[in-house]
Structures are given as structure tokens and as C-alpha cells.
């Protein structure tokens, strides 16, 4: 199956920062969906972005599926932006996840 | 209903006993999957449905695992003699058609002691 690569696996920002996500991805990309999994652990879906760019208030995303990757923005973060950052494809009938990056903010 | 619902939020059982975990899609989806999360950040597929029936359980252990989405009814996973590696958060989404946007529930938290 298809192999999910993010990064940084771990970041720590001073509210107020901005910063990139990235995933890569080991096959051509189908259908990718960024997730929020905040310290409760909900998931909550960010973004659905085969490809091109979307913006959703502060975050945004891009996918290049031709370069087989994608990147998260995150502007002006918030503490409420802490938690784990997951990209997923769905590919083979089935979501494959990356290992997630763990964001957290500071005050 | 407008989410997927699962229930319960936390589970606990000694190592040995059964697990059943239950899930109601989002009225509408066809799709049902579900998800083990290991961990902490480790999702691994373990079965999906198409309506009542199997899509794909190429995730599935299937010796003590099993899961059923019956009409009317919602889907359910059931974990037999429960292993204490079983213990993970179980998440089931749903999805309006095969290909598209996965919702994901709130996860039930399964404690094998």
C-alpha cells in the first residue's frame, strides 16, 4: 500500500506563529483529507484536497499530486490549534494515514 | 442523524472477555469503515461496508474479530477473548460513496486489563 510521510513529527510555536506541514507520499494521490486530532481526541476533518489549493480561515492547504505531496499552513496559530496533524489518502479502497504532527502552541 | 455516532466512549474488560463496539453512520452514507488507532498516532484499516455488505476486511484479525452493518441497525465490531494489545481507540467513518470524504467518529476507547 501506499506509504505516508509527515513532517516535522514534532512543533512547537509561539502563539501568534505561522507554519507548514508536509506530506509525501510513496504513490500517485487520490483523494487526501487533512485532520485535526485535538488533546481530546476527536478528529476533525480540515480539508478534502485531491489536488489544487483551499483556504478554510486561518489554514490552508495545497496538494501537488503530480510531486506526490501535499502541505498544511497554519497562520497566526492559536493555542487551540495544539494537537496532532494527520494527512491521510484514500487509496487501495481505504485510508492510509501518516504518523501525524504533533503541534503545540504556546501562550 | 448529521455524525456518526459511537457508542460506547470507553469500554474496559479484562483480558479474556468480549467487546462490542457499535457505530450509526451519517443518514445517507453508504459506506461504513472502521479504524484502530494504536499508540497514540498509528491508524490501521481493519474492515469496511457497502450498505450491509463487506467491502474489504484485508484489515480484519479475523480469529477474534468480526463486524456486522445490518439494515436498521447500527454497525457493530465485536472483539472476542479481548487481548490486551487490543487496547486502541476504535474509530468508524462513513462516507457517502466509496471514494470521497470519510467522517470520522468520536471513537470508542477500548481498556483491556
Known amino acids: 500500500g501506499i506509504q505516508v510521510e509527515q513532517s516535522p513529527p514534532d512543533l512547537i510555536l509561539q502563539e501568534g506563529a505561522n507554519s507548514t506541514l508536509r506530506c509525501n507520499f510513496s504513490d500517485s494521490v487520490n483523494n487526501l483529507q487533512w485532520f485535526h486530532q485535538n488533546p481530546w481526541g476527536q478528529l476533525i476533518n480540515l480539508f478534502y484536497?485531491?489536488?489544487g489549493t483551499k483556504q478554510n480561515g486561518r489554514l490552508s492547504a495545497t496538494t501537488v499530486a503530480t510531486e506526490r505531496y501535499s502541505l498544511l499552513y497554519i497562520s497566526s496559530s492559536q493555542t487551540t490549534d495544539s494537537g496532532v496533524y494527520f494527512c491521510?489518502?484514500?487509496?487501495?479502497?481505504?485510508?492510509?494515514f501518516g504518523a501525524g504532527t504533533t503541534v503545540t502552541v504556546r501562550a | 442523524g448529521e455524525e456518526v455516532a459511537q457508542t460506547p466512549k470507553h469500554l474496559v474488560r479484562g483480558e479474556g472477555q468480549k467487546a462490542k463496539l457499535y457505530c450509526a453512520p451519517i443518514?445517507?452514507?453508504?459506506?461504513v469503515f472502521w479504524y484502530q488507532q494504536v499508540l497514540k498516532n498509528e491508524f490501521k484499516f481493519l474492515i469496511s461496508?457497502?450498505?450491509?455488505?463487506?467491502?474489504?476486511e484485508t484489515g480484519m484479525p479475523k480469529e477474534r474479530f468480526s463486524a456486522k452493518c445490518l439494515p436498521n441497525s447500527p454497525c457493530s465490531l465485536e472483539i472476542q477473548a479481548t487481548k490486551l494489545e487490543d487496547s486502541a481507540v476504535y474509530f468508524c467513518?462513513?462516507?457517502?460513496?466509496?471514494?470521497?470524504?470519510?467522517?470520522f467518529g468520536a471513537g470508542t476507547r477500548l481498556s483491556v486489563l
Open positions: 443518514k445517507g452514507h453508504s459506506y
Open positions: 491521510a489518502d484514500f487509496n487501495d479502497y481505504k485510508l492510509s
Open positions: 484536497i485531491p489536488s
Open positions: 467513518a462513513s462516507s457517502q460513496g466509496g471514494i470521497g470524504i470519510q467522517y
Open positions: 461496508f457497502q450498505n450491509e455488505n463487506v467491502f474489504d
